[in-house]
């Protein structure tokens, strides 16, 4: 048997504090980077270990199999075994199999995986032909009507008074058309497998009392993203006890859209009047710099419960740069993680996060061009999506049929239902406008014809498809919750993204502010905030700086910490278009011609031994530093060095890709070689 004193050892006193706690209802609310698990998985080993739990009747509830397969493999390292640890749906399914025998005659009923296929008939059945985007929101609103107990008779009334995807009329004539489709091919979807059980448990009080015999504790991690079905199911699991105990924090609610509400947690002491309360503000992720900035963000909206107090050694301030233009952004960003790479940081430490997926488009481009590994997490990669591979394959069959405009594009894309205005709804519809968005908006980028954009196309495509083992991750905030690196990127922080544009009401635009939150407190020493004033290169600035940061420039603290450092702004330039071709005069159109300062068609202009000579000089440098050669200079600036020969710093610097970093590591190495030629 463990010790139960050794499994208090290594706690900090809120930590310990939570692991004593074994008797009652417990409430602890756990900020970022705290240690939630350990506390979590301590007290439950501790409970067990002094007897005051039985193993084999406590049960832990979390919202991820990784997270449930986390506590099972922290519990076993414990010395305690038989503790179940599962998400709702797994231990929801569990029971009712268990229970089916009882209910029914009829086999058990096969399980929905997606209910697209469903959903697309249903709507069918009202003569209505509904796109992927549109059905993938029909199908959320489903499942948010479901699990709040939305009856269609009240769609559209009080409570539930919500922006559908369908008129409210008609999304309660497919709630029908859905369930009674469902019924009769006797199948259950994911929701269903909660409100079966919550309907057995609730009308058969025998089947209740066998549930409640086995399962004497409970553990529910994430309660904030609890939704009225799980909470009502829980009730039912504990009947009159309150052995319960709950861990979340409200400051990083960011689910409310699938149905997920912090009130529980809230609400949690008020239920349970006697509930022990436990605040984790300890946080051992990141640096107090970075907290001060994570602290004044969430402090400057409503109801954050707690303040966190950084454990950590001091590090650099948290910079907020802004650019003319995404593209510049994007090519900075990916600037400065060359520079953290060539200073030996490892590409899987560092992130780039982002609002929406759309926003993934230049980063990508921009990593890929310097050839940094990157790897996209918690969505599909840009052309890889149905509408992007739908759009490309119609631009391409334009262009074999003899069209030449760029002007095409927009009508292209025209045709398959976008328009420049911004749609009012939110999810996948607006995903899917901003993805055909960022086409257009690639298309204005260049200045040549409809072939040679197929051509760029084709290319960003092939770079984002490079298999790579490891590399910078490239994630939406909502996929990057629950992780952390040493060092996060997190562009497009202007308002219109950070809150999103139709982010209206007070809730809306608080949970907004929860999602840069969270983004922040992912960084564990390194936290670089940027945003542009225009969408893309020449457009009208029309942005402003996110409104959650307004303020930030001087966070409350010492000199050493929670100082931010307002990185300056790039010169503001009049635009006329892209940078011109130095052989034909004409626009260059993709960023390696920005590069090398020439477009592609026109004849190089450099000697080969000097260019070999530079590849020499790089190969023996980035041996020497123990980096990647791409790191020290990728291919298309060694042709520029070749071609512009530069005679000083300040031209050399003119080179896109030549940072001030890489002027002080490099430069005189490369004035040297240059004078020789």
């Known amino acids: 048997m463990t010790d139960p004193a050794t499994l208090l050892e290594g706690l900090d006193d809120e930590q310990r504090a939570a692991a004593e706690a074994v008797d009652g209802p417990v409430m602890i609310l756990a900020g970022a980077g705290t240690g939630k698990t350990r506390a979590i998985t301590h007290r439950i080993a501790y409970a ?21 397969g986390e506590m099972r493999t922290r519990l076993r390292g414990l010395g305690i075994d038989g503790v179940q640890a599962r998400t709702f749906h797994s231990a929801a399914l569990r029971q009712l199999r268990y229970f089916w025998p009882r209910l029914s005659e009829r086999a058990f009923p096969g399980i929905v995986s997606s209910k697209i296929a469903l959903v697309a008939e249903a709507l069918g059945m009202q003569a209505v032909t509904a796109d992927p985007a549109l059905l993938r929101d029909v199908a959320a609103d489903l499942e948010w009507a479901k699990v709040n107990f939305v009856q269609p008779s009240r769609l559209g009334e009080g409570d539930h008074a919500r922006s559908w995807s369908l008129e409210p009329r008609q999304m309660a004539s497919l709630l029908r058309d859905y369930e009674s489709i469902k019924g009769d091919r006797g199948l259950l979807d994911f929701e269903d497998i909660l409100l079966v059980l919550l309907g057995t448990l609730r009308e058969n009080t025998g089947m209740a009392r066998e549930v409640r015999a086995q399962y004497r504790w409970f553990t529910v991690d994430e309660f904030q993203d609890v939704n009225a079905v799980q ?60 907290v001060d900035v994570a602290n004044s963000v969430i402090h400057a909206g409503t109801g954050a419960p707690i303040t966190l107090t950084s454990q950590c050694a001091p590090g650099p301030a948290p910079v907020i740069t802004s650019f003319d233009d995404d593209v510049a952004e994007a090519r900075a ?50 052309f890889e999506l149905p509408e992007v591979r739908e759009a490309v394959t119609r631009i391409r069959g334009a262009a074999r049929a003899g069209e030449s405009s760029l002007d095409a594009v927009p009508a292209i894309l025209g045709a398959m239902g976008w328009a420049p205005e911004v749609p009012t709804s939110t999810g996948a519809v607006r995903d ?25 196309l ?68 390194r936290l670089s ?15 402003s700086v996110s409104r959650f940061l307004q303020g930030l420039q ?62 020499a000089w790089r190969l023996d440098r980035a041996t020497t530093d123990g980096v990647p050669a791409y790191v020290v200079f990728t291919d298309a600036t060694l042709i520029a060095i070749c071609e512009t020969q530069p005679s000083s710093l300040e031209e050399l610097a003119g080179i896109p890709g030549i940072g001030p970093a890489k002027l002080a590591a490099f430069g005189d190495d490369v004035l040297s070689l240059v004078s020789g030629w």
């Not at 009747?57 to 991820?64: Q, R």
């Not at 603290?557 to 071709?581: D, F, K, L, M």
């Open 48 to 68: 067990v270990a002094t007897g005051a739990h039985d193993a084999s009747a406590t049960l832990a509830v979390t919202f991820t199999t990784k997270a449930a």
């Open 231 to 290: 909470r009502a199911l829980l009730q039912e699991w504990l009947g009159d006890r309150d052995s319960l105990c709950v861990v979340g924090d409200p400051s990083q609610t960011i689910y409310t859209f699938t149905g997920a509400s912090a009130r529980y947690l809230q609400e949690f002491p008020t239920t349970y009047p006697q509930a022990t309360v436990v605040r984790l503000v300890r946080c051992y992720r990141c640096t107090p710099q970075i």
């Open 333 to 382: 960003v990916a600037d400065a993680i060359g520079t953290e790479i060539a200073a030996g940081a490892s590409p899987s430490d560092i992130a780039v996060l982002y609002r929406i997926n759309a926003q993934s488009v230049e980063i990508a481009a921009a990593l890929a061009e310097r050839g940094i590994p990157f790897t996209t997490r918690g969505s599909e990669r840009f």
């Open 432 to 456: 899917r406008w901003e993805n055909l968005s960022a086409i257009v908006a690639l298309s204005r980028e260049q200045t040549t014809d409809l072939a040679d954009f197929v051509t760029e």
């Open 458 to 525: 084709d290319r960003r495509a092939e770079m984002q498809h490079s298999p790579e083992a490891v590399g910078v991750t490239l994630a939406s905030i909502h996929a990057a919750k629950g992780l952390e690196w040493e060092a996060v990127f997190v562009i497009g922080c202007s308002d219109g993204l950070l809150p999103l544009l139709h982010a209206e009401s007070p809730e809306q635009i608080e949970e907004e502010r929860r999602l840069l939150y969270v983004a922040i407190t992912r960084a564990q020493r």
């Open 529 to 543: 905030l940027s945003w542009a004033h225009a969408r893309e290169p020449g457009s009208r600035a029309v942005r």
């Open 554 to 615: 001087s966070v409350p603290g010492s000199e050493t910490r929670g100082q931010v450092s307002r990185g300056a702004r790039a010169p503001r330039r009049t635009r006329r278009g892209p940078a011109s071709c130095r052989a034909c005069g004409r626009a260059l159109v993709t960023a390696t011609e920005r590069t090398v300062g020439r477009c592609r068609v026109c004849p190089a202009t450099y000697r080969d031994e000097n260019f070999e000579q530079l590849r």
